[in-house]
């Protein structure tokens, strides 16, 4: 089985650390792309790491995940409450999938509190900041 964990981002995560953080922490994603390499070389596992608005983008790589990784994590942003195609990209991929959320967004406006993609992921981590990245790796390096 392949060792790669596709760690897919949605939109403005590209201004992580500037863009709101009282809400989203002082991490950039390149920091978080930087932490999650080395624990998956720590843990024998390798990572694929992608950011983009785009919603097509994302699907795309979905698409790519379905021949070359062993799971996803995904934090979708937005897209989240609004991207039944990332739900269908999803629903594509056979192996397991983690959804992902830097904030609680349970805690926040009304329209955050559903996630599309919650329906397929098979764990969701939300509100513990950029932690929840490493979480989620920690979970693929089990055995998920």
Do not use: W
């Not at 403005?12 to 930087?34: F, K, W």
Request: hydrophobic residues 40%; negative net charge; glycine residues 8%.
């Amino acid at each position: 089985m392949s060792k790669c964990i596709y760690v897919l981002n949605g939109p403005n995560l590209n201004l992580l650390g500037s863009r709101q953080p009282e809400i989203y922490g002082a991490e950039t994603l390149a920091d978080v792309h930087r932490r999650l390499l080395g624990r998956a070389l720590e843990l024998g596992l390798e990572i694929e790491f992608f950011q983009s608005n785009s919603e097509g983008e994302i699907i795309d790589k979905i698409h790519e995940a379905r021949s070359r990784a062993r799971g996803i994590i995904i934090n979708p942003a937005a897209y989240s409450h609004t991207s039944v195609a990332i739900l269908d990209a999803l629903n594509t991929f056979e192996q397991p999938v983690i959804e992902v959320h830097i904030s609680n967004i349970h805690q926040r406006e009304s329209f955050r509190h559903h996630s599309f993609v919650s329906a397929r992921a098979e764990g969701v981590i939300a509100g513990l900041g950029t932690l929840g990245y490493l979480l989620a790796l920690e979970y693929f390096a089990k055995g998920s």
